[in-house]
C-alpha cells in the first residue's frame, strides 16, 4: 500500500484524474482471504454447501459461495463485512439454528472460499437478489460492518427482509471514501475525481449514489425493526456511525458495548442474546427448540485481525 501511495500521488502532480482512476481499482481490491479459525470449523463443515452466480462488479460474472444450515421456514441471512468471511458468524449460526431458524450466509467475491478480486457493495445486494429468488422473503439480514451498510442498503432498496442487524456497522459510503482518502494520503481535488468515477462505475444512471448508499439520507421502510450494535471503543467504525443509523431509522434500536472492539463483537453473550431476542421474538420464538448444532459452551470469538471496511 505505501507503493500505490506513492503512484497515486506522484499521478496527482500530473493529473489529478489520473491519480483517481489509479485509486480506484484499489478502492474495489481484496486482501488475501483470511483462514477458517479452528473454533468455526465444525460449525462449517456442517453446512450445505452451494453457490449463487452473480454479474460481479466486472461484469464477468462470479460464483459466490453460499452455506445452509437448519430446516426452519424463517430464514435469516448473514452478512460479512470487508475482508470477512461467512465463518466469522458461526455461533451466531448455532444459536440461531437451536432457535428454529434457517440460517444463510454466503463469502462475497473475493473473500473467503468464493472466487474473484475485487468486488463492491453491488455484489452484496446481488447475493441478496439471488438468495431471495431461492428462498423467497427474508425473516432477517444480520450484517457486520461492510455487511451491516449492505444490508440496509438492499432493504431500504427493495430486498425483502421482515427485521434487519448491523453489528459495527458504517451509516454510508462517505465513511468509506474518506477513510480510503485517508490511507493513500490524496487531496481533495483527487478524491472528487474518485468520488465521480465511484458513481460512473458502480452506479451508473444512478442521479446521487451517494444518496442512495446511505441509511441517513434513505432509511430502512417505515416500521422496520433494527437492532444496531456497536462498541464504542471500534477503531475501525467509529461508534457515531451507529448513532446516525438508529437516529435515522425510528424504528431502531441501539445496543452498545464496550471493550469488544470491530471483530471480537460478533461473538459477544450480550451481542448474541440481543440479536436472538430481535429475530426471535416471543410471539415466534416459543415452543420446544430443535437440537442445537453443536455444543453451547464453545469459547466466545478470539479477536480476528481487524479489517478495514470499504
Not at 448455532?94 to 450466509?105: C, I, M, N, Q
Not at 462475497?108 to 463492491?120: C, E, F, L
Not at 425510528?250 to 461473538?267: A, D, E, Q, V, Y
Amino acid at each position: 500500500m505505501v507503493t500505490a501511495r506513492s503512484a497515486v500521488n506522484a499521478a496527482a502532480v500530473v493529473s489529478p484524474r489520473r491519480a483517481a482512476a489509479l485509486a480506484l481499482p484499489l478502492f474495489a481490491h481484496v486482501a488475501r482471504p483470511r483462514p477458517v479459525h479452528a473454533d468455526d470449523e465444525p460449525t462449517m463443515s456442517r453446512a450445505r454447501r452451494g453457490n449463487v452466480h452473480i454479474p460481479g462488479v466486472d461484469g464477468r460474472g462470479v460464483d459466490v459461495d453460499t452455506y445452509e444450515w437448519g430446516r426452519g421456514s424463517r430464514v435469516v441471512v448473514l452478512a460479512h463485512g470487508w475482508d470477512g468471511r461467512a465463518s466469522q458468524f458461526s455461533r451466531l449460526v448455532r444459536e440461531l439454528v437451536s432457535e428454529g431458524h434457517r440460517v444463510v450466509a454466503f463469502d462475497a467475491p473475493a473473500h473467503g472460499g468464493s472466487a474473484g478480486h475485487r468486488t463492491y457493495l453491488v455484489d452484496w445486494l446481488s447475493v441478496f437478489g439471488r438468495l431471495q429468488e431461492r428462498h423467497g422473503d427474508f425473516h432477517a439480514i444480520v450484517g457486520h460492518s461492510f455487511g451491516g451498510l449492505a444490508a440496509l442498503v438492499g432493504v431500504a432498496g427493495g430486498t425483502a427482509a421482515r427485521r434487519v442487524v448491523t453489528i459495527a456497522a458504517p451509516a454510508d459510503a462517505d465513511l468509506l471514501l474518506t477513510q480510503f482518502q485517508g490511507m493513500l494520503g490524496y487531496s481533495d481535488t483527487v478524491a472528487a475525481q474518485v468520488r465521480e468515477r465511484f458513481a460512473r462505475r458502480y452506479f451508473p444512471g444512478e442521479a446521487d449514489p451517494f444518496a442512495w448508499l446511505s441509511s441517513v439520507r434513505r432509511p430502512l421502510p417505515a416500521g422496520t425493526p433494527l437492532l444496531v450494535a456497536h462498541d464504542v471503543g471500534d477503531r475501525v467504525v467509529p461508534f457515531s456511525e451507529a448513532a446516525r443509523i438508529a437516529h435515522a431509522n425510528p424504528g431502531g434500536r441501539l445496543l452498545s458495548t464496550n471493550g469488544l472492539g470491530h471483530n471480537r463483537i460478533l461473538g459477544a453473550d450480550e451481542v448474541l442474546d440481543a440479536v436472538l431476542d430481535h429475530v426471535s421474538p416471543a410471539e415466534i420464538g416459543s415452543g420446544p427448540r430443535p437440537p442445537a448444532l453443536e455444543a453451547a459452551d464453545v469459547p466466545v470469538s478470539r479477536g480476528e485481525p481487524v479489517a478495514a471496511p470499504r
